[in-house]
T-cell receptor, first 112, second 116 residues
Framework: ELKVEQNPLFLSMQEGKNYTIYCNYS?????LYWYRQDPGKSLESLFVLLSNGAVKQEGRLMASLDTKARLSTLHITAAVHDLSATYFC????????????FGKGTLLTVNP | NAGVTQTPKFQVLKTGQSMTLQCAQDMNHNSMYWYRQDPGMGLRLIYYSASEGTTDKGEVPNGYNVSRLNKREFSLRLESAAPSQTSVYFC???????????????FGPGTRLTVL
């Protein structure tokens, strides 16, 4: 059974600083997803990582995947207030049903 | 293209009441999912439907039933609501094409349910 662990669960940053959110998973995951959730809103897809060594970037966010270490990271560069949100990673169980297992989420607060 | 829609957006129930949460998608996706989100718990899968006519239990199915009415619609029913079912419920859908390498799930806006 796939288990996904994120850390930290809470992250308070100053604008302009860099930081990394870590996502560890317990068994082989076919894909690794990152989602963003604003308060009271739904989940918005950020990145889909398909294979070992995959790196994707969008603006100040960069996600990477190391399947050998069973680790994905979400790196935030020069944080701005608009990045304040909860970030989830999720692993994909294989087979025909494609079930997602989510981490508990990282609540990111970027302070001026 | 509305994507995934859910009704109602908010609901307050008394313990023991029943209700059905509705979900519909217009993306012609094969698979649909129901999750609940509780503070500090992430999202947990309640039930899913890999294709029209099939449903399966997820991680936390107790107290819920589902119906895949057709390809577009997937409903979640609480037969006798309990305070422990106070949560935010999200529906999601995914295309089931083997050639789709992303297998991404798209989420609805959520239903905020309070059981008193």
């Amino acid at each position: 059974e796939l288990k996904v662990e994120q850390n930290p669960l809470f992250l308070s940053m100053q604008e302009g600083k860099n930081y990394t959110i870590y996502c560890n998973y317990s068994t082989t995951s076919d894909r690794l997803y990152w989602y963003r959730q604003d308060p009271g809103k739904s989940l918005e897809s950020l990145f889909v990582l398909l294979s070992n060594g995959a790196v994707k970037q969008e603006g100040r966010l960069m996600a990477s995947l190391d399947t050998k270490a069973r680790l994905s990271t979400l790196h935030i560069t020069a944080a701005v207030h608009d990045l304040s949100a909860t970030y989830f990673c999720a692993g994909l169980s294989g087979g025909s049903n494609y079930k997602l297992t989510f981490g508990k989420g990282t609540l990111l607060t970027v302070n001026p | 293209n509305a994507g995934v829609t859910q009704t109602p957006k908010f609901q307050v129930l008394k313990t023991g009441q029943s209700m059905t949460l509705q979900c519909a998608q217009d993306m012609n996706h094969n698979s649909m999912y129901w999750y609940r989100q509780d503070p500090g718990m992430g999202l947990r899968l309640i039930y899913y439907s890999a294709s029209e006519g099939t449903t399966d239990k997820g991680e936390v199915p107790n107290g819920y039933n589902v119906s895949r009415l057709n390809k577009r619609e997937f409903s979640l029913r609480l037969e006798s609501a309990a305070p422990s079912q106070t949560s935010v419920y999200f529906c999601a859908s995914r295309d089931g094409l083997a050639a789709s390498s992303y297998n991404e799930q798209f989420f609805g806006p959520g239903t905020r349910l309070t059981v008193l």
